[in-house]
């Protein structure tokens, strides 16, 4: 507690008098001075009641308009404070806000003597990512002669995210996808909410099921099946090697296909399905959360999807997560070479067989070095029962994704999500109907994949580029049908 410049000059004059008190020995100016102190303890005293009055009856919020936000963004905040019982002080309120916030004005409000309700608005930008919690409100209070100030209330906590990319297509050859990632049927008939199918009854339905009003129009007892509630085991496969860094700032292989990694793990989380990741990077496996459907998993994972980066390339990889590259891994390398020691027999039969297998070990033990292919038949080894998987990666390494869905298929649906090259490199568009050859190219893998069994493969990029190469494709035709009329 302060006093202020009043109560400095009250105090200075108390003093004075009693000084000239004793000074002219006039008991009766002593006693005047002591009247004049009493006063003045009761007026503090006073003050500080009516402070822990309006303590208690003051309820102060602070409210964000959203708690997840963009850095590059701002958001209104509103300072709402609401008192129970009229207050004699006058009162001020501030925000608690987080030191990397940054406010258009200062957010505080003031009320005056008897008023009991207040608001302010203010926009507030977040220029740092990530979690920013807003401290206790600030209550100043002040009767003239004293004044003070205590915190009060609590705050919220906001998420500032990084920008993100601008314009994200998803979908096949230049067609946007219509429905969200990782919608999914059920894929059978049970008891549920959604209605799949008309019939009619056979011996053995149960009464619960016949629809009344079907068979009431249709003369004949008819049941109405319904689509079964599933859940699907789902695992983000996020690749995050060195060359996902390649793009503009904020616009980088990597930011696109996170932007539709936190899509589908928002998918999966409204769905109720079990989620979890795998991150990979140059030397192997960076992160990883066993699929489950808990709320701690659904923020483990969008979290470590945030905080996700290239990282530096490292020749050779040798290890993943810690451990030494799947080598003995059901169907790999190692098995291969045991096949190759069961054919020594100098016989007609082992002869034959020796030199395909001998070709096939090489061509394994090169994708055994992949780090990506590495990491997803590890994770397929530690896998029971179906699981989709969802790649997130490029189209660098065609061959070693080619083999890495083959595993992954093995152990239910695949979904691919691919960034073409061509369409981040920063010079990649200079040359605009080469840049069209080269998508044609990424199509045609991009296809190859989606037409394996249990696999669908969709491209991942900036929109405006993707019609600017698609153009050129048109105006080529175009340029060679008016050729052949000419």
Same mark, same amino acid.
């Not at 919608?183 to 059920?186: F, G, N, P, T, V």
């Not at 979290?303 to 059901?330: F, I, N």
């Given at each position: 507690?302060?006093?202020?410049?009043?109560?400095?000059?009250?105090?200075?004059?108390?003093a004075a008098v009693a000084a000239l008190a004793v000074a002219v020995a006039r008991p009766l100016l002593l006693g005047g001075a002591a009247v004049a102190g009493g006063w003045f303890l009761a007026r503090q005293a006073a003050f500080v009641r009516a402070l822990e009055d309006a303590a208690a009856d003051?309820?102060?919020?602070?409210?964000?308009?959203?708690?997840?936000?963009?850095?590059? /963004?701002?958001?209104?905040?509103?300072?709402?404070? !609401?008192?129970?019982?009229?207050?004699?002080?006058?009162?001020?309120?501030?925000?608690?806000?987080?030191?990397?916030?940054?406010?258009?004005?200062?957010?505080?409000?003031?009320?005056?003597?008897g008023e009991t309700d207040r608001a302010a608005t203010s926009e507030v930008s977040w220029p740092t990512a990530g979690r920013h919690r807003f401290g206790p409100a600030t209550l100043s209070a002040t009767d003239g002669w004293f004044r003070d100030s205590v915190p009060i209330g609590s705050g919220?906590?906001?998420?500032?995210?990084? &920008?993100?990319? !601008?314009?994200?297509h998803v979908g096949e050859g230049g067609d946007r996808l219509a429905s969200a990632y990782g919608?999914?049927?059920?894929g059978r008939q049970g008891s549920g909410l959604e209605p799949a199918e008309l019939r009619e009854y056979v011996p053995g339905d149960t009464a619960d099921n016949i629809d009344w009003k079907a068979t009431a129009r249709l003369a004949s007892p008819h049941v109405r099946e319904y689509e079964a509630e599933t859940e699907r085991r789902t695992l983000l496969v996020a690749d995050h090697r060195g060359a996902l860094a390649t793009g503009r700032p904020g616009e980088t292989k990597l930011d696109y296909l996170r932007e539709v990694a936190l899509?589908?793990?928002?998918?999966?989380?409204?769905?109720?399905?079990p989620l979890g990741l795998l991150a990979v990077g140059d030397a192997g496996v960076t992160g990883r959360i066993e699929p489950a459907s808990s709320p701690r998993t659904y923020?483990?994972? !969008?979290?470590?999807?945030?905080?996700?980066?290239?990282?530096? &390339?490292?020749?050779?990889?040798?290890?993943?997560?810690?451990?030494?590259? &799947?080598?003995?891994?059901?169907?790999?390398?190692?098995?291969?070479?045991?096949?190759?020691?069961d054919l020594e027999a100098d016989d007609a039969f082992s002869r034959q067989l020796r030199p395909f297998y001998a070709g096939r070990q090489g061509y394994r033990e090169r994708f055994d070095d992949d780090p990506l292919y590495a990491a997803v038949r590890a994770a397929?080894?530690?896998?029971?029962g179906r699981l989709w998987t969802v790649i997130?990666?490029?189209?660098?390494?065609?061959?070693?994704?080619?083999? /890495?869905?083959?595993?992954? !298929?093995?152990?239910?649906?695949?979904?691919?999500?691919?960034?073409?090259?061509?369409?981040?490199?920063?010079?990649?568009?200079?040359?605009?109907?080469a840049a069209y050859d080269r998508y044609v190219a990424f199509e045609g893998f991009r296809r190859e994949l989606s037409g394996m069994d249990r696999v669908r493969a969709l491209e991942v990029g900036p929109g405006d580029r993707l019609s600017t190469v698609l153009s050129a494709g048109r105006s080529r035709r175009s340029r060679s049908t008016r050729g052949e009329f000419a």
């Open positions: 507690m302060y006093p202020t410049r009043r109560s400095w000059a009250v105090a200075g004059l108390v003051l309820s102060v919020e602070q409210s964000p308009t959203r708690l997840g936000v963009r850095t590059t /963004t701002s958001t209104p905040v509103t300072l709402a404070a !609401r008192l129970a019982e009229p207050s004699t002080l006058e009162l001020s309120v501030r925000a608690g806000l987080p030191t990397a916030a940054a406010a258009d004005e200062e957010l505080e409000l003031d009320m005056e003597p919220p906590t906001v998420t500032a995210e990084p &920008p993100g990319p !601008r314009n994200v919608e999914h049927e059920a899509a589908t793990a928002a998918s999966t989380r409204e769905l109720g399905d923020v483990s994972v !969008r979290r470590r999807l945030l905080d996700m980066e290239p990282t530096v &390339p490292e020749d050779p990889p040798s290890t993943v997560s810690g451990r030494s590259a &799947p080598d003995a891994t059901a169907g790999g390398a190692a098995d291969l070479r045991r096949t190759i020691a397929q080894g530690r896998t029971t997130f990666t490029d189209d660098a390494a065609p061959d070693e994704l080619r083999e /890495t869905v083959t595993v992954a !298929r093995e152990s239910g649906e695949v979904l691919v999500l691919l960034a073409p090259t061509v369409l981040y490199e920063p010079g990649g568009l200079a040359d605009v109907e």
